[in-house]
């Protein structure tokens, strides 16, 4: 298991890998669950980022069909959110079917699916499980308003546990998200998935809003590494 940090500028990338982040993911917090950092940024965190991959928040599938932005990255992801009422599925696999050499896509799977009006997070792992390609799974929180709800707000751990081995199963590399802090991801670290996503749970106060601090970062590596141990 390892620790993605979500970061909004070079200088939190830096922070984020002295830390001891096993990926990091550059998104605007600002622009939404997933919002899309501008490309200066993406590019300033991916030279931040030096050996540690890197991946990049896109937006939302049914916002528009944007490029990807310049230089190296490992991972890229749209969110659902609005496709519930659409035919998505064709949509995501054209968004998925990218020439050799680019990122790889993570499909993002939202557990608040009724207040993001996306797909129910049943139907997205059985798209991506389909997959013929490599595999990436996020499941994630939309709605990141006051008062916090995290991912088991929304997905008990019965379920979250069976999604991890189907997921698991298929071959397909999972992150699990959602306004995780410490005491959610001690609950949640025996279903031991590939990567542990958080923002706010890195930031000063335990604010997404806030700034990535280090000592943060590697309190929540430390709680990993343990758990691994």
Do not use: N
């Amino acid at each position: 298991m390892e620790l993605l940090v979500s970061v909004r500028s070079a200088e939190e990338a830096r922070v984020a890998r002295a830390g001891g982040a096993g990926l990091i993911d550059v998104k605007e917090p600002d622009r939404g669950a997933l919002g899309r950092a501008d490309d200066a940024v993406i590019g300033a965190v991916v030279a931040a980022a030096l050996d540690v991959p890197v991946s990049a928040a896109l937006g939302e599938l049914m916002d528009g069909d944007l490029p990807l932005p310049p230089g190296r990255l490992d991972l890229v992801k749209w969110g659902l959110a609005g496709a519930a009422t659409h035919d998505w599925r064709p949509l995501l696999t054209r968004a998925m079917t990218l020439p050799e050499g680019a990122p790889h896509v993570v499909v993002v799977a939202y557990a608040d699916a009724e207040k993001a009006l996306a797909p129910p997070v049943a139907e997205v792992v059985r798209f991506v499980c389909g997959w013929p390609g490599p595999r990436y799974l996020l499941v994630d929180t939309f709605d990141k308003s006051p008062p916090r709800q995290t991912l088991l707000d929304h997905l008990t751990l019965s379920t979250l546990a069976a999604l991890v081995a189907r997921c698991r199963t298929c071959g397909v590399k999972i992150a699990l998200a959602g306004s995780l802090g410490p005491d959610e991801i001690e609950t949640l670290r025996p279903l031991r998935p590939d990567w542990f996503a958080v923002r706010g749970a890195a930031c000063v106060g335990a604010d997404r809003g806030g700034t990535v601090d280090e000592a943060r970062v590697r309190a929540l590596v430390t709680l990993l590494r343990r758990s691994a141990g």
